[in-house]
């Protein structure tokens, strides 16, 4: 009886993945990450798990770390983790199905992912200006609002605006209920009087006249009566930046970044946008605390030696410049 071969292995380990009700974007990843790895292997001859080593494992580690993204830039150690984590995940799941008798890739290190800061932050008027900017009486600008303002009064995920369901808004309460998050989490978050207002008229008014045939259910729907795609949502905002004349990188996830970044300079404990944000760890969101240094420089002002002294020098400096001026001629 011939063997089951890799990529066979790697099916059904997808199939494992799916039925574990892993989201559709973690489930993209592994099979990307996994279908370059079992390519990898096929030049080398490798048609089974029983014939990957250690060794040849590293080697496809050394390989990937010498590749080049389409930008031309070394890969990151986040997308390396990501690769990594994939390939040894199958492993152990081989393991414990006893396809193998000892897993290669246990010994795999994996590289510390760098905590890059978030760049090309909205200030509060830069948001506002560009969700300012809607053509109230374009059915599709509204709807079109509608997911920025769901993006900015909540922090959601574009992937997890692009799954809400009408019956996942609680407009009673003001709470979006968000299933299977990030590590296949629910998680319920707030949302603001701006975000109800025009969520409130997309459903009256606009959200019936897109519905062709039998209702998908999704919150955010097309032209066309389906689930908004989520390249969708990304141009929506890459138009609204562009009518806002804002010229920063970034789609849905600028608005989540800037979010937390505001929230935190009025005041908001990191702890708070943690559960809102759904990130598992504190290390995650405590990012946001470098960003928003509003606070630290109005400390900065208050209390570095130059700052004061320069704001006490600045007075007797008008005084001085007052007395050297020549004497106003006397009225004869």
């Known amino acids: 009886m011939a063997s089951t071969t890799l990529r066979q292995h790697i099916q059904h380990f997808l199939e494992h993945l799916d039925a574990l009700r892993y989201t559709r974007e973690t489930r993209a990843h592994y099979r990307s990450n996994l279908l370059e790895f079992v390519r990898w292997c096929d030049e080398r001859g490798l048609t089974t798990a029983q014939q990957v080593s250690f060794a040849q494992l590293e080697s496809w580690q050394r390989g990937l770390a010498a590749q080049k993204n389409r930008h031309g830039r070394p890969l990151t150690a986040s997308t390396l983790v990501k ?41 509060e008027q830069e948001t506002r200006r560009v969700l300012s900017l809607t053509d109230d009486n374009n059915p599709l600008s509204v709807r079109d609002r509608a997911v920025m303002e769901t993006l900015w009064s909540s922090g959601i995920r574009r992937s997890e605006v692009q799954r809400l369901q009408v019956s996942d808004v609680d407009f ?6 968000v299933r299977l998050g990030k590590g296949r989490k629910d998680r319920v978050v707030p949302f603001g009087e ?31 009566g389906k689930a908004l795609a989520e390249g969708t949502m990304t141009q929506i905002v890459r138009n609204a930046l562009h009518r806002a004349d804002i010229d920063k990188p970034g789609g849905c996830h600028l608005f989540r970044h ?75």
């Open 258 to 332: 800037s979010m937390a970044t505001q929230m935190l300079e009025n005041g908001a404990d990191t702890r708070h946008i943690q559960a809102i944000l759904g990130h598992a760890s504190l290390d995650a969101t405590q990012i946001y605390t470098r960003v928003a240094i509003g606070h630290l420089k109005k400390v900065h002002e208050q209390t570095h030696p130059a700052e004061r002294q320069s704001k006490q020098a600045t007075p007797s400096d008008d005084k001085q410049a007052d007395s050297d001026k020549p004497d106003s001629p006397k009225p004869v």
């Open 83 to 123: 690769k990594l984590t994939s390939v040894r995940n199958l492993f152990s799941w081989l393991t414990k199905r006893q396809h193998l008798l000892y897993n290669p890739a246990r010994e795999l290190e994996l590289p510390r992912p760098e905590r890059r800061l978030p760049w090309g932050m909205l200030s």
């Open 194 to 224: 701006s975000a109800r207002h025009w969520l409130q008229r997309y459903l009256n008014d606009v959200r019936p006249r897109l519905i062709w045939g039998p209702d998908p259910g999704y919150l955010f729907v097309s032209q066309r």
């Open 172 to 177: 009673e309460r003001g709470m979006l209920f």
